[in-house]
Nanobody, 126 residues
């Protein structure tokens, strides 16, 4: 069992930046493909970004491409989502997740992910 937990959510003004971290306990999270998802009020779970365990390749949703960066720190057993140029529509609960299944391509489907953190609130507002 891997226990995931997100850190770094909060309130930020439009155009600002925020960095989210996902820490794992129990296993080495860099051994898995991992992703970030978000859920805004009244909306479904939305893919944000993912990073592959085999080579560190990444995938982003079109809505965040060029503004968000996903990375991982093997020494700290963490994954990070750097969010820049934040917009009010980025407001959501952000969750990190990992999948135990090896896939040739990163999955954007939340159903492909097996372990989830509880989520952290990000609010973009002036």
């Amino acid at each position: 069992q891997v226990y995931l937990r997100e850190f770094g959510g909060g309130l930020v003004q439009p155009g600002g930046s925020l960095s989210l971290s996902c820490a794992g306990a129990g296993r080495t999270v860099s051994n898995y493909d991992m992703g970030w998802f978000r859920q805004a009020p009244g909306k479904g779970l939305e893919f944000v970004a993912a990073i592959a365990q085999i080579d560190g390749s990444t995938s982003y949703a079109d809505a965040v491409k060029g503004r968000f960066t996903i990375s991982r720190d093997r020494a700290k057993n963490t994954m990070t989502l750097q969010m820049n140029s934040l917009r009010p529509e980025d407001t959501a609960v952000y969750s990190c997740a990992l999948t135990r299944t090896f896939r040739a391509q990163l999955s954007t489907n939340p159903g492909s992910y097996d372990e989830w953190g509880p989520g952290t609130q990000v609010t973009v507002s002036s």
